[in-house]
């Protein structure tokens, strides 16, 4: 199903539709929510890389961290206590979070991940 998706992002209307469902109906993205916010949804990667892998999405369409804007403090806010909030949760003794941009970022909507190997 994943690949199936990376597929579908190659088309420049596909990546609008779900941004916009991000902003303005992320009930219906299929995936077993570790927080939402009114700013940001957090869930389990669908392919993960690292032993514990999360994706922490804005709800609000942001291309890239260089597109953030002073009126993005809540997300901002909501952010931190959630790094911080899945951090203990989950007892991780080491962690990384991780923004990527311009080349290295796959998919054009802001997404920050949060990684580690070591659980507690």
Known sequence: MFKIIKRLLRYPIII???GWTFAHMSFLIPVARL???SSLLAFHHPSPSYGFHVLIVPKREIASLAHLHPADAD???DLYS???SLVDEFHLQAYRLI???GKYQD???LHFHLISDVTG
Do not use: A, D, S
Request: aromatic share 16%.
């Open 75 to 77: 997300f901002l806010t």
């Open 99 to 101: 923004v990527n941009g």
């Open 82 to 84: 959630t790094v911080q």
């Open 107 to 109: 998919f054009p909507h």
């Open 35 to 37: 927080r939402e916010t």
């Open 16 to 18: 609008r539709f779900i």
